[in-house]
Protein backbone atom coordinates (compact mmCIF):
# COMPACT_ATOMS: atom_id res chain seq x y z
CA UNK A 1 0.00 0.00 0.00
CA UNK A 2 1.15 3.59 -0.67
CA UNK A 3 1.61 6.80 1.45
CA UNK A 4 -0.12 9.24 -0.47
CA UNK A 5 0.16 13.76 0.26
CA UNK A 6 -2.28 15.09 -1.55
CA UNK A 7 -1.66 19.43 -1.86
CA UNK A 8 -4.83 21.45 -2.73
CA UNK A 9 -4.95 24.40 -4.96
CA UNK A 10 -5.34 27.69 -4.62
CA UNK A 11 -7.88 29.29 -2.29
CA UNK A 12 -9.08 25.56 -0.87
CA UNK A 13 -7.42 23.11 1.59
CA UNK A 14 -6.97 19.87 2.72
CA UNK A 15 -11.41 19.63 2.85
CA UNK A 16 -11.69 19.48 -1.19
CA UNK A 17 -9.84 16.24 -1.09
CA UNK A 18 -11.39 14.79 2.11
CA UNK A 19 -14.77 15.07 0.59
CA UNK A 20 -14.27 12.11 -1.61
CA UNK A 21 -11.02 11.06 -2.93
CA UNK A 22 -9.45 10.76 0.09
CA UNK A 23 -12.08 8.21 1.71
CA UNK A 24 -11.80 5.83 -0.95
CA UNK A 25 -8.15 5.98 -0.97
CA UNK A 26 -8.40 5.14 2.45
CA UNK A 27 -11.16 2.26 1.99
CA UNK A 28 -8.30 1.07 -0.43
CA UNK A 29 -5.77 0.58 2.25
CA UNK A 30 -3.35 3.32 1.50
CA UNK A 31 -2.09 5.97 3.70
CA UNK A 32 -3.36 9.36 2.98
CA UNK A 33 -2.69 13.18 4.10
CA UNK A 34 -4.33 16.25 2.89
CA UNK A 35 -2.57 19.26 4.62
CA UNK A 36 -4.15 22.61 4.51
CA UNK A 37 -1.86 25.44 3.46
CA UNK A 38 -0.69 27.94 6.10
CA UNK A 39 -3.71 31.24 4.98
CA UNK A 40 -6.42 28.88 3.63
CA UNK A 41 -9.23 26.48 4.89
CA UNK A 42 -9.56 25.72 8.40
CA UNK A 43 -6.27 27.52 8.86
CA UNK A 44 -7.51 30.76 7.22
CA UNK A 45 -7.00 32.74 10.34
CA UNK A 46 -2.77 32.67 10.05
CA UNK A 47 -3.11 34.70 7.07
CA UNK A 48 -0.78 37.47 6.65
CA UNK A 49 1.04 39.32 3.51
CA UNK A 50 3.99 37.19 4.71
CA UNK A 51 2.70 33.70 3.71
CA UNK A 52 4.55 33.04 0.77
CA UNK A 53 5.24 29.92 -1.65
CA UNK A 54 8.32 28.95 0.73
CA UNK A 55 5.38 29.14 3.33
CA UNK A 56 3.44 26.32 1.81
CA UNK A 57 6.60 24.31 0.59
CA UNK A 58 7.37 24.56 4.58
CA UNK A 59 4.13 23.43 5.41
CA UNK A 60 4.21 20.34 3.51
CA UNK A 61 8.12 19.45 4.32
CA UNK A 62 7.03 19.50 7.51
CA UNK A 63 4.49 16.82 7.28
CA UNK A 64 7.33 14.47 5.61
CA UNK A 65 9.35 15.48 8.34
CA UNK A 66 6.80 15.11 11.79
CA UNK A 67 4.89 12.12 10.34
CA UNK A 68 8.21 10.87 9.38
CA UNK A 69 7.14 9.74 6.05
CA UNK A 70 8.88 7.85 3.53
CA UNK A 71 8.26 6.35 -0.15
CA UNK A 72 5.46 9.17 -0.49
CA UNK A 73 3.40 9.67 -3.28
CA UNK A 74 3.02 13.83 -3.37
CA UNK A 75 0.15 15.29 -5.45
CA UNK A 76 -0.66 18.61 -6.38
CA UNK A 77 -3.71 19.85 -7.93
CA UNK A 78 -3.35 23.55 -9.60
CA UNK A 79 -1.08 26.03 -7.14
CA UNK A 80 -0.02 22.93 -5.55
CA UNK A 81 2.14 21.93 -8.15
CA UNK A 82 4.13 24.46 -7.24
CA UNK A 83 4.29 23.37 -3.98
CA UNK A 84 5.62 20.03 -4.21
CA UNK A 85 8.11 21.15 -6.96
CA UNK A 86 9.25 23.14 -4.23
CA UNK A 87 9.11 20.33 -1.62
CA UNK A 88 10.66 18.07 -3.82
CA UNK A 89 13.76 19.98 -3.92
CA UNK A 90 13.58 20.54 0.06
CA UNK A 91 13.16 16.93 0.90
CA UNK A 92 13.75 14.51 -1.90
CA UNK A 93 14.91 11.73 -0.11
CA UNK A 94 11.31 11.41 1.74
CA UNK A 95 9.25 11.01 -1.75
CA UNK A 96 9.50 8.37 -4.32
CA UNK A 97 7.49 10.29 -7.47
CA UNK A 98 5.18 13.27 -8.19
CA UNK A 99 1.89 13.49 -9.68
CA UNK A 100 1.01 16.94 -10.72
CA UNK A 101 -3.04 16.82 -11.14
CA UNK A 102 -4.25 19.90 -13.77
CA UNK A 103 -1.25 21.34 -12.18
CA UNK A 104 1.32 24.32 -12.76
CA UNK A 105 5.16 22.41 -13.34
CA UNK A 106 7.59 25.39 -12.55
CA UNK A 107 11.41 25.31 -13.19
CA UNK A 108 14.06 26.64 -10.71
CA UNK A 109 13.34 30.19 -10.17
CA UNK A 110 9.49 30.63 -12.17
CA UNK A 111 6.85 31.78 -9.69
CA UNK A 112 3.27 30.66 -10.62
CA UNK A 113 3.09 34.96 -12.32
CA UNK A 114 5.69 34.08 -14.62
CA UNK A 115 3.85 31.15 -15.79
CA UNK A 116 0.68 32.78 -16.42
CA UNK A 117 2.20 35.56 -18.03
CA UNK A 118 2.12 39.75 -17.66
CA UNK A 119 -1.37 40.19 -18.59
CA UNK A 120 -2.36 37.81 -15.80
CA UNK A 121 0.05 39.06 -13.11
CA UNK A 122 -1.70 42.13 -14.20
CA UNK A 123 -4.93 41.78 -13.81
CA UNK A 124 -4.21 40.18 -10.34
CA UNK A 125 -2.35 42.70 -8.68
CA UNK A 126 -5.18 45.12 -9.88
CA UNK A 127 -7.91 42.47 -7.65
CA UNK A 128 -5.12 41.73 -4.87
CA UNK A 129 -5.21 46.42 -4.72
CA UNK A 130 -8.72 46.68 -5.37
CA UNK A 131 -9.79 43.95 -3.33
CA UNK A 132 -7.40 42.68 -1.14
CA UNK A 133 -5.89 44.67 0.97
CA UNK A 134 -2.87 45.05 -1.51
CA UNK A 135 -1.87 41.15 0.06
CA UNK A 136 -4.63 38.58 -0.68
CA UNK A 137 -5.66 37.84 -4.11
CA UNK A 138 -9.69 37.40 -4.35
CA UNK A 139 -10.49 33.80 -5.76
CA UNK A 140 -11.66 33.03 -9.11
CA UNK A 141 -15.29 32.24 -10.06
CA UNK A 142 -16.12 28.29 -9.78
CA UNK A 143 -15.71 26.12 -12.75
CA UNK A 144 -18.92 26.03 -14.70
CA UNK A 145 -19.20 22.21 -14.66
CA UNK A 146 -19.01 22.03 -10.73
CA UNK A 147 -21.99 19.56 -9.99
CA UNK A 148 -25.11 20.41 -9.10
CA UNK A 149 -25.37 21.30 -4.97
CA UNK A 150 -21.58 21.20 -4.16
CA UNK A 151 -21.34 25.07 -5.05
CA UNK A 152 -22.91 25.82 -1.37
CA UNK A 153 -20.79 23.42 0.02
CA UNK A 154 -17.43 24.53 -1.58
CA UNK A 155 -17.84 28.73 -1.40
CA UNK A 156 -18.15 29.35 1.75
CA UNK A 157 -15.20 27.38 2.58
CA UNK A 158 -12.57 29.23 -0.05
CA UNK A 159 -10.59 32.20 1.68
CA UNK A 160 -8.69 34.79 -0.47
CA UNK A 161 -4.91 33.70 -1.38
CA UNK A 162 -1.23 35.36 0.13
CA UNK A 163 -0.35 37.50 -3.24
CA UNK A 164 3.19 36.20 -2.07
CA UNK A 165 2.47 32.59 -2.82
CA UNK A 166 1.94 33.66 -6.87
CA UNK A 167 5.06 35.82 -6.96
CA UNK A 168 7.59 34.07 -5.03
CA UNK A 169 9.39 32.05 -7.12
CA UNK A 170 10.57 28.10 -6.93
CA UNK A 171 13.75 27.32 -5.80
CA UNK A 172 16.04 23.52 -6.35
CA UNK A 173 18.99 24.80 -5.15
CA UNK A 174 19.77 21.14 -5.64
CA UNK A 175 18.92 21.29 -9.80
CA UNK A 176 15.87 19.49 -11.52
CA UNK A 177 13.98 17.34 -9.65
CA UNK A 178 15.15 13.76 -10.66
CA UNK A 179 12.10 11.76 -9.51
CA UNK A 180 9.61 9.69 -11.26
CA UNK A 181 7.00 12.01 -12.31
CA UNK A 182 2.80 11.94 -13.91
CA UNK A 183 0.59 14.74 -15.31
CA UNK A 184 -2.81 15.06 -14.92
CA UNK A 185 -4.46 16.59 -17.73
CA UNK A 186 -8.11 17.92 -16.87
CA UNK A 187 -8.97 18.37 -20.72
CA UNK A 188 -12.93 19.03 -20.58
CA UNK A 189 -12.34 22.75 -19.49
CA UNK A 190 -13.71 24.80 -22.25
CA UNK A 191 -10.24 26.46 -22.81
CA UNK A 192 -8.27 24.18 -25.05
CA UNK A 193 -5.64 27.01 -25.00
CA UNK A 194 -5.95 27.62 -21.32
CA UNK A 195 -2.63 27.74 -18.84
CA UNK A 196 -2.39 23.82 -18.08
CA UNK A 197 -2.59 23.11 -22.06
CA UNK A 198 1.28 24.70 -22.27
CA UNK A 199 1.77 21.81 -19.71
CA UNK A 200 -0.37 18.97 -21.79
CA UNK A 201 1.26 19.67 -24.86
CA UNK A 202 4.63 19.56 -23.21
CA UNK A 203 4.58 16.71 -21.49
CA UNK A 204 2.18 14.27 -22.99
CA UNK A 205 5.31 13.08 -25.67
CA UNK A 206 8.03 13.29 -22.97
CA UNK A 207 9.10 10.09 -22.35
CA UNK A 208 10.62 11.13 -19.00
CA UNK A 209 6.59 11.55 -17.90
CA UNK A 210 3.81 9.31 -17.56
CA UNK A 211 0.63 10.78 -18.85
CA UNK A 212 -3.07 11.00 -18.68
CA UNK A 213 -5.94 12.99 -19.83
CA UNK A 214 -9.77 13.04 -18.12
CA UNK A 215 -11.96 14.61 -20.04
CA UNK A 216 -12.96 16.77 -16.92
CA UNK A 217 -13.03 20.01 -15.55
CA UNK A 218 -10.10 21.57 -13.16
CA UNK A 219 -11.41 20.43 -10.12
CA UNK A 220 -11.22 16.99 -10.87
CA UNK A 221 -11.75 15.67 -7.43
CA UNK A 222 -15.29 16.76 -7.41
CA UNK A 223 -16.23 16.03 -11.29
CA UNK A 224 -14.15 12.66 -11.77
CA UNK A 225 -13.72 11.39 -8.58
CA UNK A 226 -13.84 7.49 -9.36
CA UNK A 227 -11.19 8.13 -12.23
CA UNK A 228 -8.65 10.35 -9.93
CA UNK A 229 -8.58 7.28 -7.82
CA UNK A 230 -7.38 5.01 -10.31
CA UNK A 231 -5.36 7.23 -11.25
CA UNK A 232 -3.59 7.73 -8.26
CA UNK A 233 -3.62 4.12 -7.35
CA UNK A 234 -2.25 3.23 -10.64
CA UNK A 235 0.19 5.10 -10.64
CA UNK A 236 1.66 4.39 -7.08
CA UNK A 237 1.42 0.91 -8.01
CA UNK A 238 3.34 1.10 -10.91
CA UNK A 239 5.83 2.13 -9.04
CA UNK A 240 9.23 4.31 -9.95
Not at 36 to 42: D, K, P
Not at 51 to 58: C, G
Not at 77 to 83: A, E, K, L, R
Not at 129 to 141: F, H, K, L, Q
Request: with cysteine; proline share 8%; aromatic share 10%.
Amino acid sequence: MATFVIVHGAWGGGYSWNRWVAPKLRDAGHTVFTPTLTGLGERAHLANPDVSLDTHVQDVANVLFYEDLHDVVLAGHSYGGMVITGVAGRAPERLSQLVYLDAFVPEDGQSLADLTGPESAARTRAAVDAEGDGWRIPGMPPAPNTPAGLLEWTMPRRNMQPVRTFTEPVRLPNGPVALTRTYVYCSDKGQPNGVFAQFATRLRTDPAWRYYDVSTGHNLMYSAVDETVRILREVAEARP
